[in-house]
């Protein structure tokens, strides 16, 4: 429900007080009452001080006006032409909700903030300085319309700004592309009709000039959508220079059968034998001793014989913001499936060696399918979100497993004799390779891997995101 606006000028002109708010009034969102505000997750503590008789919260007439406020602030972000192209992927209501909690925290409110900490929320978005200042007067725009008074506009503001760094990126982080390059661009769009596309190129270059890559790639595949692949391809390569080649093969539509498993694949799972050999192997991987905290692979093989698997047609879909399966292990030859079950778009992409790809923009249950043809462990990645993060291993390995969370393993069905052993875990950079020997019977052994590897995959043109 929407505050009347005059009820919110007085709550904001602090002439309510502290107490809850009337039924009737503004509902205080979905914005969770916590026994006493702790600061995490990044959320600015309240101005340390003299004990005041009342907090910034309620001075700004606590929830029911931080609500109105933020949706405000919202609705304003939301439609500033400098800056709403940056939400155009983001679920307005669930960005009001995070953002009232967090006020609503930062000003020594009742709320607990459930969302992510702010360098992981904007990581991947290079964002400017003047971003930051459209968003900053935005928000001055949404207290200004509720009359919020100047000291408390200014403590607000005061407990957000320290926020920058975590926000804004490094100039030196940033890869500007020459105005030379852009001149093509700006020319295509004057002649456009579609006028959606012809902003969305526009903004294109405003955010290749100032090297936002992955942002300015993201406006040109709208631009593309909005006026068609064929009238902007001239200068596509502008925009996608550096990055893996696309997969530009028709979306199909895949049903949702439900939520995938964290891991998948393993050749004792995926295809059984049928008579047991003599041999079996249990063991655990660890990194630098200790079990692992990411997940991993172990694969064999034998120095004679050992059997080729069959290539397998397989899922990794996008859920909630994240890969699953996590980790998969699949023969050469496979192919993968790429279902985005979200109302969002997602942008799934590899550098790695083995198989690079870049397989576009889409959302709600469409799909691109990639076919595995050299062994390799495949890092994916989705450009838009950078916390989100899966391997594909693709091995020519007759036996392979993953190992659970705690990183035991075990082969069921062994020929005795000499093997090659390569371990990975996604802590551990490199697979590890090493020898062993399976005797009849039970074996055991015991794989320690160094640890170290980066958690946060680059982005898309390989540079590292913040
Ligand atoms: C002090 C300044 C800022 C604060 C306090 C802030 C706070 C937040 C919060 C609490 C969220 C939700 C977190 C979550 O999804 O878990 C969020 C998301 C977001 N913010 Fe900010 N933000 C700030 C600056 C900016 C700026 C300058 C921009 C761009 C102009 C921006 C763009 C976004 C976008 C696009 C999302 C949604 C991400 C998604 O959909 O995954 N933010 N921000």
Redesign the pocket.
């Known amino acids: 429900m929407r505050t009347s606006g005059v009820l919110v000028s007085l709550l904001l002109l602090g002439c309510g007080s502290s107490k809850p708010a009337p039924k009737t009034v503004a509902t205080p969102g979905d914005a969770t009452p916590a026994p006493a505000p702790a600061p995490g997750n990044n959320v600015p503590a309240p101005a340390p001080g003299k004990p005041v008789a009342k907090s910034l919260y309620d001075r700004l007439g606590g929830l029911p006006a931080i609500t109105a406020v933020v949706d405000e602030f919202v609705t304003r ?1 939301t439609t500033d032409a400098r ?1 709403k192209d ?2 155009f ?3 307005a209501d669930n ?1 009001k909700k ?2 009232t909690e ?1 006020v609503c925290m930062a000003t020594g409110g009742p709320c607990k903030y459930s ?2 900490d ?1 360098t992981s ?2 990581a991947g ?1 290079d ?1 400017v300085d003047d ?2 200042t ?2 900053v007067e935005d928000l001055v725009g949404a207290l200004d319309k509720f009359k919020v008074p100047d000291k408390e506009k200014g403590e607000l503001l005061g407990a ?1 700004g320290p ?2 760094p975590q ?1 804004v990126v490094a100039a030196d982080k940033l890869h500007p592309v020459a105005d030379a390059k852009l001149a093509p661009v700006t020319k295509l769009a004057a002649g456009l009709k579609d006028k959606a596309a012809q902003d969305l190129l526009t903004m294109a270059v405003t955010a290749a000039k100032r090297g936002q890559l992955s942002y300015a790639e993201q406006l040109f595949s709208r631009a593309e959508m909005a006026a068609g692949a064929k009238t902007v391809a001239s200068v596509a390569s502008v925009f996608r220079a550096g990055a893996p080649t696309r997969v530009t093969t028709a979306t199909k539509k895949l049903e949702d059968k439900g939520p995938q498993a964290k891991t998948a694949g393993g050749s004792d799972a995926d295809e059984p034998d049928k008579k047991p050999a003599k041999g079996s192997l249990n063991g655990s991987l660890m990194i630098n001793g200790k079990a692992p905290e990411g997940l991993g692979v172990v694969m064999l093989w034998p120095k004679a014989g050992g059997k080729k698997r069959t290539p397998k047609q397989r899922i990794i879909e996008q859920r909630g ?1 994240e890969f699953a399966p996590h980790v998969m292990a699949v023969p050469v030859g496979s192919t993968i499936s790429f279902p985005n079950f979200d109302p969002i778009y997602h942008n799934v992409f590899s550098l790695s060696k083995s198989k690079a790809f870049d397989l576009g923009l889409y959302k709600s249950g469409e799909t691109r399918d990639v076919k595995l043809d050299k062994p390799g462990i495949i890092r994916l990645g989705c450009n838009l ?1 950078a916390s989100m993060s899966a391997y594909l291993v693709v091995v020519d390995a007759p036996n392979y497993v993953i190992p659970d969370a705690d990183g035991k393993f075990s082969f069921k069905s062994l020929a005795p004799g000499k093997y090659k052993v390569q371990a990975w875990n996604e802590r551990s950079g490199d697979p590890t390779t090493s020898e062993i020997e399976i005797k009849e019977g039970a074996n055991e052994t015991k794989l320690d891997l160094k640890g170290g590897a980066v958690t946060l995959s680059p982005d898309k043109f390989g540079n590292a995101r913040q």
Do not use: P, Q, S, V
């Open positions: 972000t800056i940056r939400f992927n983001t679920d960005l995070l953002l967090f969302g992510r702010m929320t904007h978005m964002m971003e930051f459209a968003l957000l926020l920058k926000i913001k979100h």
